[in-house]
């Protein structure tokens, strides 16, 4: 037996590393929620989880008063058995963002001992389907930005080999995002795939018009095009249009991803791993959309997804956004347009103790 002799949680902020807008919100602070648990064979596994600004002080409660204290004394290879335990405990507020969120903090910590104890890396262990997965921008694609911004991000994008970029829409008029796009087109031409990101805000009429306008530009996925719990809208847009409907950042268990696969309403998923609750969510997600023959490009976390991406046959893209380079001693080695995976036992995160102690909230 590997028993849990210890668990702890803690809070720390993380100031964004460049100003991020779109069309609902912006980029305040990434509120890192980091869960530690050590067994009595010697090893400690970090998992974490996030919010963009608010609710983490929300996860950090349920792991204290909740979670945590369920876990020592439990065998730390039973994953399956204590993510269901847990969900089970806490039955009163699932399927929701914060429970979610708290299990994905426990759940990658005890992914990340799995792979300590078998001394081995995170994307071998979870499939090990191949090390290397192609990456796409974001960070030169916020709303705020002019046309001009738009085309030197793609640009620069593409001179360093990255497979595309991705920009958020979401401008006043449809003829507004339709003219970005266009002159982002011009610019790179057509070796580059151009992905657009509407955050959630529009009505099925608003997207269904967006959409026929950006048609022309061959766009690669039209990403939350509309609220997230609208799958009959979604499914209707994946019909009115050639380009595919991209959903998932938004969703917090695998059987909301059933739902819109099942109904034909989304053609890449994008399962965020902290918000489904954890790698093993993730994966049966990941799964299910190869069953469905569909892609997966994961939200954000660019750090940790580049393992599941690479260890499943669905997956298409790593989203680019650096977000933990406060707290870590290495950055995510891009070679070719292509993030690797780290090779070594765990979850293949750097992490500079002093730096996060230094940001920890009291």
């Known amino acids: 037996m590997t028993k849990i002799i210890s668990a702890e949680t803690h809070l720390i902020d993380i100031p964004v590393e460049t100003v991020r807008t779109d069309a609902v919100q912006a980029f305040l602070k990434q509120e890192t929620i980091f869960v530690h648990l050590a067994t009595d064979d010697g090893l400690e596994g970090i998992g974490y989880s996030y919010t963009i600004g608010t609710g983490g002080r929300a996860v950090l409660s349920m792991l204290r008063d909740h979670l945590l204290p369920a876990l020592p004394g439990r065998d730390a290879r039973e994953i399956e058995a204590i993510w269901r335990d847990l969900f089970a405990a806490t039955r009163a507020t699932t399927v929701g963002a914060i429970t979610s969120l708290?299990?994905?903090a426990v759940d990658t910590a005890l992914w990340d001992l799995r792979c300590l104890r078998a001394d081995e890396p995170l994307w071998r262990l979870a499939?090990?389907?191949?090390?290397?997965?192609?990456?796409?921008?974001?960070?030169?694609?916020?709303?705020?930005?002019?046309?001009?911004?738009?085309?030197?991000?793609?640009?620069?994008?593409?001179?360093?080999?990255?497979?595309?970029?991705?920009?958020?829409?979401?401008?006043?008029?449809?003829?507004?995002?339709?003219?970005?796009i266009a002159a982002v087109r011009a610019a790179v031409g057509p070796g580059l795939d151009i992905m657009v990101d509407?955050?959630?805000?529009?009505?099925?009429?608003?997207?269904?018009?967006?959409?026929?306008?950006?048609?022309?530009?061959?766009?690669?996925?039209?990403e939350e095009p509309l609220p997230a719990d609208d799958v009959q809208g979604h499914r209707e847009l994946a019909r009115s249009t050639s380009i595919p409907v991209a959903v998932g950042e938004s969703m917090y268990s695998v059987g909301q991803f059933r739902d819109y696969l099942a109904r034909g309403a989304a053609s890449v998923v994008q399962a965020d791993v902290a918000r489904v609750g954890g790698i093993t969510p993730w994966l049966k997600v990941a799964h299910l959309a190869e069953a469905f023959n569909v892609?997966?490009?994961?939200?954000?976390?660019?750090?940790?997804?580049?393992?599941?991406?690479?260890?499943?046959?669905?997956?298409?893209?790593?989203?680019?956004?650096?977000?933990?380079?406060?707290?870590?001693?290495?950055?995510?080695?891009?070679?070719?347009?292509?993030?690797?995976?780290?090779?070594v036992p765990g979850l293949g995160i750097a992490w500079d103790r002093d730096a996060m102690d230094t940001l920890r909230v009291a």
């Not at 090990?128 to 620069?156: C, I, K, M």
């Not at 959630?200 to 950006?214: D, G, I, N």
Request: contains cysteine.
């Open 198 to 222: 509407a955050n959630q805000s529009m009505t099925y009429a608003e997207a269904r018009r967006r959409a026929h306008a950006l048609e022309p530009y061959g766009v690669y996925f039209f």
């Open 295 to 343: 892609i997966v490009c994961p939200h954000f976390l660019m750090e940790l997804h580049v393992s599941l991406v690479a260890a499943v046959p669905a997956g298409a893209y790593v989203e680019h956004i650096p977000q933990l380079r406060a707290i870590t001693r290495a950055e995510l080695p891009i070679e070719n347009g292509h993030a690797i995976a780290p090779d």
């Open 127 to 180: 499939g090990g389907f191949r090390q290397n997965v192609p990456v796409y921008d974001t960070e030169g694609g916020w709303l705020h930005l002019s046309t001009e911004d738009l085309v030197q991000g793609a640009l620069a994008a593409r001179e360093a080999g990255l497979g595309g970029v991705k920009i958020k829409i979401g401008r006043p008029r449809a003829e507004e995002d339709a003219e970005r």
């Open 102 to 104: 708290a299990l994905a």
